[in-house]
């Protein structure tokens, strides 16, 4: 039976945020559920791209309703050998069948065999929500599917090339509600045209878009009964629905609350965050039934419907939404009153629910609306344009106290100008004292203040002063109480020190941030949360913190471009960066913000970056930076200075010694300080510790300094990491062609690993020792090695030596052999190369030598329990860390745990070995009767589904020159 090959992704924009969300539990049934358009099949396509192995794509047909048809098409689509991903797609289209409990039952079958399946569909199937087996299922929705506003303008200008100016990206996401579908029709409508079109096209949004009718009409409208249709449109001058309401506006006619659980039911743009206690239309839903309301009724009569629905809502006290009713009724003095009586609730919330429904001058006449439209300056980053509005909605009020929170606000926001006034009325102020200078002074008098925000403060300030340890342990005591811009910027706070050290949950912490800034209506902490995992170095969020550096120069934040680009340069500086050019524009930021804790520390990073590039001036810089730090009372800014200045030659020991003293004094960790420290040039290329580590993440470090590998592409440094995890050994040419270019023709493959292995070489040789004279890099025919020097050591190397030691006749039950053991443990500190995901040309090897290490460990549990000494239990805990499948392991766990009279962890043990076990889909009841006393068989193993292993090198032959 023909089947459909895997799609490839359409044109859009990869999110990773979602390709993260769906790689949660990677053993779980996947589910993305969202109404038509929303971007599902899209996410699945892109999924599927990220090399997840062999893809098989199910698109369901209503004939798949019948079970037999159904379970025949699973089986002729499942992917090749039994392994990589399903997809599933369209599921709703055989909603309430047969057929799809069996497409639903086959998937958790195969979830459990070990393939990863993915569905998509319109609507939750009952059965997910019915039986427990899919409880732990992972589910994308509609909400996480909208685009945020700085995905629509990453889709305009790096998909699209049809970039817009920032507040008209700001409506297009409001006026679609992020919907994918609607901005790829819009993109359709108005492709090719001049700016000013394309501004128009935005502006006529608010109206009706034409755009989108046909698509609503034909993927949503349609398949409602008439009953249902007229029910959404007379009740779509709601912003919140509740059944109360519908019923009160329709006089009773109909079930209100039975008709809005059909529409979330069937997904029809209607959605429930409170378990359908409220209800909501998606926002192009909305605006094409308010057109939908005037045509039907006529202008007249809908300007008295939603009137109607204004006197309702006053009525229950919704006293904006009721002012936002009269708008479209056009009854400007209802407006009026109402938002006279509600005018602290505007200004709170910013000016973006009126702007599409009221004209400007109305927003121009009144002062709670221009206080508004100050506060969404503010939320926006734009400091500086909001103060003016400020002086104007203090003009235009008549009573004191809404003169006071003008004047208050204003007082707050002019502080953080350059040459503000300083101004500590507000928490604010006291953070914006600490930026210009002697932050830990602030640290000690913001003891005072009481509230939520003390700790905000004083880990704001610790961290400006360089002490993160002690601004994470301020942070660590903090109990979450505000959900507002305070415990959003403690939150993130929190999760950046994270971050700088190497937390692997804290990417995610700082990703949901960023998700509920956006929700808050924060802006300018959302693009922060974009640009903080700049700090762990990667490449791609180096990259986003630039992207975020540009949004912020083009919107006029010009703290949040400080920040974020701080973020980047102080990330490079602890991988052998800045440059000298980066350096001195993040200086200029700071001086520009009149910030000098923040210029003293770029005054300190441009010291390290001039150091770095031997420019001849350095040591001009070096005093300069140390001079700044010192005024400004930065004790870090001063430590980075001093490690960019330890002297080469006899005075370095006591430089270095300095530099860790005052390290210690300020709190900065000794990594991050010997990260700063520059290597001493001239030492003897031969006698240099060169150490080569794969476990655990890859790096390749020169007494004790990590190399810095920005200046490489990205398959040169594939090259790299697969030569450093068979150190040398040689790596023949077509083992190398087909971990990287696999789906290339011979002859372009070959030249391109040519240069990638010239440009391995030349920095290699630049960077690095060499060996007798040589490069590090050898060739041997048509292999490759990677020769280190004398004295270096490589992980995988030193773990392979010691297994092959221990293995050798008579080492069984020999202490050296025993060493040999507990040495391939130690030299295993984690998985092999785990950035390389699950790349083809590492799986295979990353779980051999996992289940070896997983073997070594409980081979030496093993021998502990046979002859009762300690260490039993750590070495069996550590076999199952590495291996949560290694049967033998939980059974050294649970013996030695009984064997030390520790009935609590032994049980505790049971329980986790049940676990395994149940998740595997196999019997409990082996880890529930392990009785004490039991001998273990080291060799037995829990069969688990593994990462599918690569296709046999294909022979390949090339005739590119050598390299």
Not at 135 to 155: I, K, P
Not at 683 to 704: E, H, K, Q, Y
């Amino acid at each position: 039976m023909p089947t459909e090959p895997a799609r490839s992704p359409s044109l859009s924009l990869t999110r990773s945020r979602l390709i993260a969300a769906l790689d949660v539990r990677p053993r779980s049934l996947g589910l993305v559920v969202a109404p038509a358009g929303s971007g599902k099949t899209t996410l699945l396509a892109q999924y599927a791209a990220t090399g997840c192995g062999p893809v098989g794509w199910l698109r369901v047909v209503p004939s798949d309703a019948e079970p037999a048809r159904a379970l025949e098409r699973v089986e002729a689509t499942l992917p090749d050998a039994g392994a990589g991903l399903l997809v599933v797609d369209d599921l709703h289209l055989v909603e309430g069948t047969p057929g799809e409990s069996v497409l639903l039952d086959r998937a958790l079958a195969l979830v459990r065999e070990g393939v990863r399946v993915l569905v998509g569909t319109r609507r939750m199937p009952p059965l997910i929500l019915t039986r427990h087996e899919f409880s732990d299922s992972v589910v994308v929705d509609a909400e996480q599917l909208r685009f945020r506003t700085w995905e629509v303008e990453r889709l305009l200008r790096d998909v699209y090339r049809e970039p817009l100016p920032a507040d008209d990206v700001a409506a297009l996401a409001r006026r679609l509600g992020g919907w994918a579908a609607g901005l790829k029709l819009y993109y359709l409508s108005t492709r090719s045209q001049p700016l000013a079109d394309r501004r128009r096209a935005v502006a006529s949004l608010g109206v009706r878009s034409a755009l989108s009718r046909d698509y609503l009409t034909r993927t949503v409208l349609a398949e409602l009964a008439p009953d249902l249709r007229r029910f959404l449109v007379r009740t779509c001058v709601f912003e919140v629905l509740t059944a109360q309401r519908c019923d009160q506006l329709l006089d009773g006619d109909g079930d209100g609350q039975a008709a809005l659980e059909e529409l979330e039911r069937r997904q029809a743009f209607t959605v429930s965050h409170d378990g359908g206690r409220t209800f909501a239309y998606h926002e192009v839903l909305r605006a094409h039934l308010i057109a939908a309301l005037a045509e039907e009724l006529g202008e007249h009569e809908a300007r008295a419907w939603h009137a109607h629905a204004g006197r309702l809502l006053a009525a229950e006290g919704a006293a904006l939404e009721a002012a936002r009713c009269f708008a479209r009724a056009q009854q400007w003095p209802d407006v009026h009153r109402l938002l006279d009586t509600a005018g602290d609730d505007v200004a709170v919330r910013g000016l973006d629910p009126w702007s599409d429904v009221l004209p400007a001058w109305f927003i121009a006449e009144d002062p709670w609306l221009v206080l508004a439209d100050a506060r969404h300056r503010i939320n926006e980053g734009q400091l500086a344009a909001a103060v003016p509005l400020l002086r104007r909605a203090e003009e235009m009020f008549g009573g004191e106290p809404a003169r006071s929170q003008c004047r208050s606000l204003r007082a707050d926001v002019t502080a953080w100008l350059p040459d503000g006034p300083h101004w500590r009325g507000h928490w604010s102020g006291w953070l914006r004292t600490a930026t210009r200078r002697h932050p830990m002074v602030v640290v000690g008098e913001a003891e005072r203040l009481t509230g939520a925000a003390d700790p905000l403060v004083r880990a704001g300030a610790l961290l400006l002063a360089g002490h993160a340890a002690e601004a994470a342990r301020v942070l660590d005591r903090w109990v979450p109480s505000d959900a507002g811009l305070v415990g959003l910027a403690c939150r993130l706070l929190r999760a950046a020190v994270a971050l700088a050290g190497g937390d692997p949950q804290a990417p995610a912490a700082v990703a949901a941030v960023g998700l509920d800034a956006d929700r808050s209506g924060l802006p300018w902490l959302a693009r922060l949360a974009r640009a903080v995992p700049a700090l762990s170095g990667a490449e791609a969020d180096l990259k986003e913190a630039a992207s975020v550096v540009e949004e912020c120069d083009r919107l006029g934040d010009r703290w949040g471009a400080l920040l974020a680009a701080g973020c980047a340069a102080l990330a490079r500086s602890l991988r052998g960066g800045p440059d000298v050019e980066e350096a001195g524009r993040l200086l200029d930021r700071a001086r520009g913000v009149d910030s000098g804790v923040l210029a003293a520390w770029s005054q300190s990073l441009l010291a390290l970056a001039a150091v770095r590039a031997r420019l001849p001036d350095a040591e001009v810089e070096v005093r300069r930076a140390e001079s700044t730090a010192r005024a400004a009372g930065a004790p870090g800014a001063r430590v980075l200075a001093l490690a960019a200045g330890v002297p080469a030659g006899p005075g370095r020991a006591v430089g270095l010694s300095a530099v860790h003293a005052a390290a210690e004094h300020a709190g900065l960790p000794r990594a991050v300080v010997t990260a700063w420290v520059t290597p001493e040039r001239g030492a003897a290329p031969d006698t240099a510790p060169l150490t080569v580590r794969c476990f655990g993440g890859f790096r390749i470090c020169l007494d004790g300094e990590p190399l810095n590998w920005s200046p490489l592409r990205p398959r040169a440094r594939a090259v790299a990491r697969i030569l450093a995890m068979h150190a040398g050994r040689a790596v023949h040419r077509d083992r190398l062609l087909d971990a990287l270019w696999p789906d290339t023709d011979p002859a372009t493959a070959t030249r391109t690993l040519h240069v990638a292995l010239s440009s391995l070489r030349r920095f290699l040789d630049t960077h690095l020792p060499a060996v007798d004279g040589g490069s590090l890099l050898h060739r041997d025919g048509d292999a490759y090695l990677l020769a280190l020097p004398p004295g270096s050591s490589c992980d995988v190397t030193e773990f392979r030596l010691a297994l092959e030691r221990a293995s050798r006749p008579g080492a069984t039950g020999d202490p050296r052999g025993l060493d040999d053991l507990r040495a391939a443990v130690a030299a295993y500190t984690g998985e092999l190369l785990p950035e390389d995901g699950p790349a083809e040309w590492v799986v295979a090897e990353r779980e051999t030598l996992r289940r070896q290490a997983a073997d070594a460990a409980a081979q030496l549990a093993e021998a502990a329990l046979r002859a009762g000494a300690e260490g039993a239990g750590a070495m069996a805990a550590r076999c199952v860390e590495i291996d949560p499948c290694h049967d033998a392991g939980w059974r050294l766990l649970i013996a030695a745990h009984d064997r030390a009279g520790n009935a609590a962890a032994a049980e505790h043990a049971r329980r986790r070995y049940a676990d395994v076990l149940v998740s595997l889909g196999l019997d409990p009841a082996p880890a529930e009767t392990v009785p004490p006393g039991t001998t273990v068989n080291v060799d037995r193993k829990i069969p688990p589904p593994r990462s599918p292993r690569p296709d046999p090198i294909r022979s390949r032959t090339s005739s590119g020159p050598p390299a």
